[in-house]
């Protein structure tokens, strides 16, 4: 079939604002491991998309997130995780307490004190899954397009359950952050398939079942999962993690399960301009996995995503060169479709004229530059 987006939509920084809105902000995203909030007055910073976010464990025991943005003039609040009674700003010291609350602002005279209490932190809303923390910027729970974590997630925990892990053992190791030179898409789409196994990934397939007979995909309203059996014999066959379990949380948040001992890696990729992108990668670990375990799955892991990086380099040096409209996708690609499809009905509304768009197919006329009618674009047929 035919790519549900156009390359358009992979060079255009205009879809970055769209992207920003319509995907991002109202998204679930992970932001740290639970064990860092765990104290009253831990506070933890992160991200969703653009927005920095600090998530904070209250005097009372409450967990809360806020946009981590100061009320007079905008600074990062919290610079760092770290625990204290309150949040004080290092700019001008306006100081709010663990519930978001502005308690003081030096040298500001009645006419500020009046506002003080409509000058909080503005929240965000906070939950939990296992031992990770996320956070959303969306509305309250039940307003559109907000759903709760919980139905983003699914039947995740039994899916993670199914191949021997058990989340509540997991510790956070180390994160791992990295770019790549590609559109943010690109690099979700090259993660939705293993078609390009195969051919790109040799280390992968000598543990991996890849052929189209054991792989398993499978789509939900707002999770995209892969599941992948392991070689008799291979060098992760042996542990209690008895399957590969890869997942993406729409639009952006990756989980990872390797074969072989207790292991996780979760994190989100963003967008970094319209031909870049940066994430992170949250590496936890359990009791059984030892250091040379540990030592050679980060080398399978990282071999990987090097031979990834360098395929989604190259799609982007080509898909940003204009020409072609689109690409087609495949059966065993069809994971890629739906995610295509997702970004397509959440986006569609505000993207910018052109093959994305059913009114206007391509700027200054009804047929197309090149006479190829609507739904179409220049290029070689
Ligand atoms: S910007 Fe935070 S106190 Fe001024
Ligand atoms: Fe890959």
Redesign the pocket.
């Known amino acids: 079939m035919d790519g549900v987006l156009p390359w358009d939509w992979y060079r255009d920084p205009r879809m970055l604002e769209v992207e920003e809105r319509r995907l991002f902000r109202p998204s679930w995203q992970y932001i740290g491991p639970l064990q860092c909030v765990s104290q009253p007055g831990d506070q933890m910073v992160g991200r969703i998309s653009r927005a920095p976010v600090v998530v904070v464990r209250g005097g009372d025991g409450a967990l809360r997130g806020f946009l981590n943005v100061?009320r007079?003039?905008?600074?990062l609040?919290a610079q760092a995780d770290g625990n204290a009674p309150r949040l004080r700003?290092p700019?001008?010291?306006?100081t709010y307490g663990l519930d978001g609350t502005l308690r003081s602002?030096p040298q500001c005279g009645p006419e500020i004190e009046a506002e003080l209490p409509a000058l909080g932190l503005l929240p965000v809303r906070v939950a939990t899954f296992g031992p990770f923390v996320f956070a959303s910027a969306a509305g309250p729970a039940g307003a559109p397009g907000a759903p709760p974590l919980g139905a983003v997630l699914g039947d995740l925990a039994e899916v993670i359950a199914g191949v021997g892990l058990d989340l509540d053992g997991l510790r956070r190791r180390q994160r791992f952050g990295y770019t790549v030179a590609a559109n943010w898409k690109i690099g979700v789409e090259n993660y939705l398939e293993c078609y390009h196994c195969p051919v790109a990934h040799p280390g992968f397939s000598a543990v991996m079942e890849v052929g189209p007979g054991g792989y398993q995909l499978t789509a939900s309203p707002h999770r995209l999962s892969h599941r992948a059996p392991v070689r008799h014999g291979s060098a992760f066959a042996a542990g209690s993690v008895t399957a590969g379990s890869y997942h993406l949380l729409l639009p952006n948040v990756k989980i990872n399960i390797n074969p072989g001992r207790q292991n996780l890696s979760i994190g989100p990729v963003y967008p970094d301009g319209v031909g870049g992108t940066v994430g992170f990668l949250d590496y936890y670990f359990g009791a059984d996995a030892d250091e040379a375990w540990i030592e050679q799955m980060m080398a399978f892991d990282t071999e990987v995503g090097i031979q990834d990086a360098a395929l989604v380099a190259a799609a982007q040096a080509g898909v940003a060169g204009g020409w072609i409209d689109r690409g087609r996708i495949l059966p065993q690609e069809r994971l890629l479709a739906e995610f295509q499809r997702y970004v397509h009905a959440a986006c569609v509304d505000e993207a910018p004229p052109g093959p994305g768009r059913d009114e206007a197919v391509w700027p200054g006329t009804d047929e197309g530059l090149w006479g190829h009618g609507r739904g179409t674009a220049p290029g070689p047929r």
């Open positions: 100061c007079h003039r905008g600074s609040v700003c700019y001008h010291a306006w602002a």
